[in-house]
C-alpha cells in the first residue's frame, strides 16, 4: 500500500495513500491525532474529502461531471429525469420495467396529505418559496415516520411531493388556487401543469417547456460533495430522518454563494440595467477590491476551466430562447455582454472565472416565466435524488462515524469570572 510521510515534532510517520477510481489521490489520516496530537486546519474544506463516493465523479480542471460513471453530456442529451433519479439513488441504469414501476410510484405519490394545505394558509403572501419548501419537507416527516415506513417509500415520498409543495407555494403567493397534480402527466409536465394551470380553463403543458426542465433538472441532479450535499450528510450522520436531512439541504442551497445564485444573477441583471445598462461598471466592481461586489453566476470552487453544466445549457438556451420568443429580453443582452468580457478580461481570465451554471439556469427560468423567487426552488428540485442518493449511501455505509469537525481554539486563555458590579 503506498503511503505518505509526514515528519511532525522530529517524528516520521507513515499516513496510507487512498486512491480513488479515476485515480483521485488522498492522504488518510484517519490516525493523525492519535498518533501525534495534531488535527488538520482547511477552512472551506478546499483540500478536505469528507468521504468516498461512488455517485459523482467531478474533474474541475478539465470540466468533467459524470453521475455514476456517464458523462454529463451523454445524459443531457438522452435521458429523463426520473431514469436519472434511479440512476443517482440505486446506482444503475433502470431497465424498461424498473422505469415504468418507478414512474408510476412518483406519479402515485405526488399528492399531498390535505391536512398539510393548512400549512400554506399561515404563510404571509410574501414568504419565499425556498422557506416553505425547507419547511415543509421537514414537516412530511410527521406524516411519514421513519420508523413506520419503509425507506423507499420515504424517498419516493419526498421525489413526488416535494414539486407538489414547490408548485403550491407558488400558487399561494399569487392568490391562486392549487392545482392538483394529473397521473396523465410525467413528472416534469406535472409540475408545470400544477404552476401554471388555472381551474378556469384547459392548459396543455409546452413541449419546450417540458424539455427544457428536464434539462435543467438532470443538470442539476447531483454535484458530489458541496455545501447542501455536505450539509446533507453532516444532518443524516447523526441518524436524522431522510426528511429532516433533505430539509437542512434545502437552507444550505438557498444561500447566494450556491443555488441562489440564480436568482441574484437576474436580479444583478435587472439592476444593471434599471442603471442605464452599463455592465463595465459593475465589472469594474466585481474586480475593485474595496467592493464587495461579486459578479452573480461567475466562479466556482472546482471548476477552474469551465462548467461542463453551464456549456450544455448555454447551448441550448440560445435554442430555446428563440422557440419561446424571448430574443428581445434585454437582460439577455446584458448577459451575453458581462460573458464577453469574462471571457477576456485579465481579472477573470487568471482567476479562471467562467459563467457557472447558475447564469445560464437563470436566464433560461426568466424565459421559461418561472417567477424569479422560484428559481432556486428548481434547482432544489433537480438535486433532490443526489441529496436522497448521497444520504443513503452514507447511511448504507457500515463504517459511517457522527459527522464531528475538531476546530483550533484561538480565543481566551483561562481567565477568573468578573462579577456583574464589576465589569
Ligand atoms: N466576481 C468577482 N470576483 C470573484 C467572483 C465573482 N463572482 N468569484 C470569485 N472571485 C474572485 C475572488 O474575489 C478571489 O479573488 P482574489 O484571489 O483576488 O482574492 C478569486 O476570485 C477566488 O475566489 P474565491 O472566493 O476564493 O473562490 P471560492 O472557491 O471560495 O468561491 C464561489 C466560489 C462560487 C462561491 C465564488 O466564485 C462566488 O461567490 N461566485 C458568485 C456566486 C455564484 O455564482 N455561486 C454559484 C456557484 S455554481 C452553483 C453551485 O454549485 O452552487
Known amino acids: 500500500m503506498a503511503t505518505a510521510k509526514l515528519s511532525v515534532d522530529g517524528r516520521d510517520i507513515d499516513l496510507p495513500?487512498?486512491?480513488g477510481s479515476e485515480g483521485e489521490k488522498a492522504i488518510d489520516i484517519t490516525s493523525l491525532r492519535k498518533e501525534t496530537g495534531y488535527i488538520t486546519l482547511d477552512p472551506g474544506y478546499g483540500n478536505t474529502g469528507s468521504c468516498t463516493s461512488d455517485i459523482t465523479f467531478i474533474n474541475g480542471e478539465e470540466g468533467v461531471l459524470r453521475y455514476r460513471g456517464y458523462p454529463i453530456e451523454q445524459i443531457a442529451e438522452k435521458a429523463d429525469f426520473v431514469?436519472?433519479?434511479?440512476?443517482?439513488?440505486?446506482?444503475?441504469?433502470?431497465n424498461a420495467d424498473q422505469l415504468a414501476e418507478f414512474k408510476q410510484e412518483l406519479t402515485y405519490h405526488s399528492l399531498l396529505h390535505e391536512d398539510m394545505k393548512k400549512f400554506f394558509e399561515g404563510y404571509p403572501p410574501t414568504a419565499h418559496p425556498m422557506a416553505i419548501l425547507s419547511s415543509m419537507v421537514a414537516s412530511l416527516s410527521t406524516y411519514y415516520p421513519e420508523d413506520e415506513a419503509d425507506l423507499h417509500l420515504n424517498m419516493v415520498r419526498l421525489l413526488a411531493k416535494a414539486k407538489t409543495i414547490a408548485a403550491f407555494s407558488y400558487k399561494k403567493t399569487i392568490g391562486q388556487p392549487f392545482i392538483?397534480?394529473?397521473?396523465?402527466?410525467?413528472?416534469?409536465?406535472?409540475?408545470?401543469h400544477m404552476m401554471f394551470a388555472v381551474p378556469s380553463e384547459p392548459y396543455a403543458v409546452p413541449e419546450v417547456l417540458r424539455d427544457a426542465l428536464n434539462l435543467l433538472l438532470i443538470l442539476h441532479a447531483d454535484h458530489e460533495q458541496n455545501c447542501s450535499t455536505s450539509t446533507v450528510r453532516m444532518v443524516g450522520s447523526s441518524q436524522a430522518n431522510l426528511f429532516a436531512s433533505i430539509a437542512a439541504g434545502v437552507c444550505a442551497l438557498w444561500g447566494p454563494l450556491h443555488g441562489g445564485a440564480n436568482q441574484r444573477v437576474?436580479?444583478?441583471?435587472?439592476?444593471?440595467?434599471?442603471?442605464?445598462?452599463?455592465?463595465?461598471?459593475?465589472?469594474?466592481?466585481?474586480?475593485?477590491?474595496?467592493?464587495?461586489?461579486?459578479l452573480m453566476g461567475f466562479g466556482h470552487r472546482v471548476y477552474k476551466n469551465f462548467d461542463p453544466r453551464a456549456r450544455i445549457l448555454k447551448r441550448t438556451a440560445d435554442r430555446v430562447l428563440e422557440q419561446l420568443g424571448h430574443r428581445k429580453d434585454s437582460l439577455i443582452d446584458i448577459a451575453r455582454n458581462l460573458e464577453q468580457v469574462a471571457l477576456e478580461d485579465e481579472y477573470f481570465v487568471e482567476r479562471k472565472l467562467y459563467p457557472n451554471v447558475d447564469f445560464y439556469s437563470g436566464i433560461l427560468y426568466r424565459a421559461m416565466e418561472i417567477p424569479t423567487q422560484m428559481f432556486t426552488v428548481m434547482f432544489a428540485l433537480g438535486r433532490l435524488p443526489?441529496?436522497?442518493?448521497?444520504?443513503?449511501?452514507?447511511?448504507?455505509?457500515?463504517?459511517?462515524?457522527i459527522n464531528r469537525p475538531r476546530q483550533v481554539y484561538t480565543g481566551a486563555t483561562e481567565r477568573d469570572w468578573v462579577a456583574l458590579d464589576q465589569r
Open 266 to 294: 437576474i436580479e444583478m441583471l435587472e439592476m444593471i440595467r434599471d442603471d442605464g445598462g452599463d455592465y463595465q461598471k459593475y465589472v469594474d466592481m466585481a474586480k475593485d477590491k474595496d467592493s464587495d461586489f461579486k
Open 83 to 94: 431514469e436519472v433519479c434511479y440512476l443517482l439513488i440505486f446506482g444503475s441504469l433502470p
Open 386 to 401: 443526489g441529496w436522497i442518493a448521497q444520504w443513503r449511501e452514507m447511511r448504507s455505509d457500515p463504517g459511517a462515524r
Open 180 to 192: 392538483y397534480p394529473k397521473n396523465d402527466l410525467d413528472y416534469c409536465s406535472n409540475f408545470l
Open 17 to 19: 495513500v487512498v486512491e
